[in-house]
């Protein structure tokens, strides 16, 4: 039937081989259409508006090589600030406080690091931290984060071996594992415990998941604590999760957000809170802002928490007196109180 209405159809309905014909028949009016080749129509331009689309062909080349050269320019010149800000030493490490959110006291502190340009201005780590990763820098990087908390916090650490440091790796520092070693060496120089450095790994997938494991179980061996950060938002398949050698999950600040508001994502929260009691992990909330977010936390059991409703990161100093403030109001804080604790300390 098709063949025939294809066969019928006038050459007047036929369209560069597409066909439309219609027939009515018994009362009926089918349509039929022959498949054809995509293909874009060549536009025929004379010799004249060929002659006047050269210089609008040149100008255009030209503005793309343009922006080619000055993106790979400016890569290759903040590539070059970023490696003279290592040379010179230019990073910072801010200290966000650290809470057990039943009692409110201070636990510790993330260690987050921050470019302090010649000027006095500061780049925070979302804008060099990726490019630092790529060029290799980031080694380098962590090892002045590593020389400025034991420098800094040495002294507190020392006198209150509760207290503790998270250090954020990147999946450098956890593919070699040179990170560790550097860490060994300024810790144990320092008098301080390997229990008082916790680490955090994103969920990455460019980590290549032995070599991860090797260094997660290389910590825990050592006695430092592991966790995932920026739980939820990563690559980390559950598959994998169960299988490596960790003591707690960092739930990302997006879903912190997302508690109170009646969102599709905010029904997420039980399921991750189900994840990590199923692997025994204990949780640290990051980017808490209100009570509210306090309440449900402290409601199902999440142990510890950071955000801006205690405090933004600060200075060393400013860290410690943070600290010394919370431990007059709320009393001094026991490591016993981290969940699963006895079975956690390893050294
Ligand atoms: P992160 O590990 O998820 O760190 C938490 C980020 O959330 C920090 O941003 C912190 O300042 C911010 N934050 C915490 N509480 C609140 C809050 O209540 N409200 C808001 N709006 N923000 C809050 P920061 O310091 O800009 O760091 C950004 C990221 O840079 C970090 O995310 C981490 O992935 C990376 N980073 C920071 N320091 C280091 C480092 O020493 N090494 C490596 N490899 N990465 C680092
Ligand atoms: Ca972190
Ligand atoms: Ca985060």
């Known amino acids: 039937m098709l063949r025939q209405l294809l066969d019928q159809a006038p050459q007047s309905d036929v369209s560069e081989g597409l066909l439309i014909s219609s027939v009515q028949s018994a009362g009926l009016t089918p349509v039929a259409f022959r498949p054809r080749k995509l293909q874009f129509a060549r536009p025929v331009l ?56 039943q009692t409110g006291r201070c636990v510790g502190a993330e260690a987050l690091v921050r470019w302090r340009r010649y000027d006095g201005s500061i780049v925070p780590p979302e804008e060099f931290i990726s490019l630092a990763e790529a060029s290799g820098l980031i080694i380098p990087i962590t090892d002045q984060v590593i020389d400025l908390l034991v420098a800094e916090l040495h002294d507190v650490l020392v006198a209150d071996r509760n207290l503790h440091i998270s250090m954020n790796l990147s999946a450098q520092d956890i593919q070699t594992g040179r990170g560790l070693d550097y860490m060994q060496t300024q810790i ?59 003591d707690a999950l960092k739930i990302d600040k997006s879903f912190i957000d997302m508690i109170g508001h009646d969102t599709a994502g905010s029904k997420v929260m039980p399921y991750i809170l189900d994840i990590a009691a199923a692997l025994q992990l204990f949780c640290v909330a990051e980017g808490v802002q209100t009570q509210e977010q306090v309440d449900y936390l402290v409601e199902r059991n999440v142990a510890f928490g950071q955000g801006w409703l205690f405090s933004k990161p600060l200075t060393s100093e400013g860290f410690v007196a943070f600290y010394k403030e919370r431990k007059a109001r709320y009393g001094p804080y026991s490591r016993t109180a981290i969940p699963g604790w006895p079975e956690r300390k390893r050294v």
């Open 46 to 101: 004379s010799r004249r508006q060929k002659l006047y689309s050269l210089p609008i062909i040149g100008f255009i080349a030209l503005l793309i090589g343009g922006a080619i050269i000055s993106a790979v320019r400016s890569r290759s010149s903040a590539l070059g600030a970023l490696r003279s800000a290592v040379q010179r030493r230019e990073f910072v490490v801010r200290y966000q406080p650290i809470i057990e959110l």
């Open 188 to 246: 144990g120089r320092a008098g301080i415990r390997s229990d008082q450095i916790w680490f955090e790994m994103t969920e990455s997938g460019s980590v290549e998941i032995d070599a991860a494991r090797a260094t997660m179980m290389r910590m825990r061996d050592l006695g430092h604590l592991v966790s995932i950060d920026d739980f939820g938002t990563g690559y980390a398949s559950l598959h994998h999760l169960h299988s490596l050698p960790l």
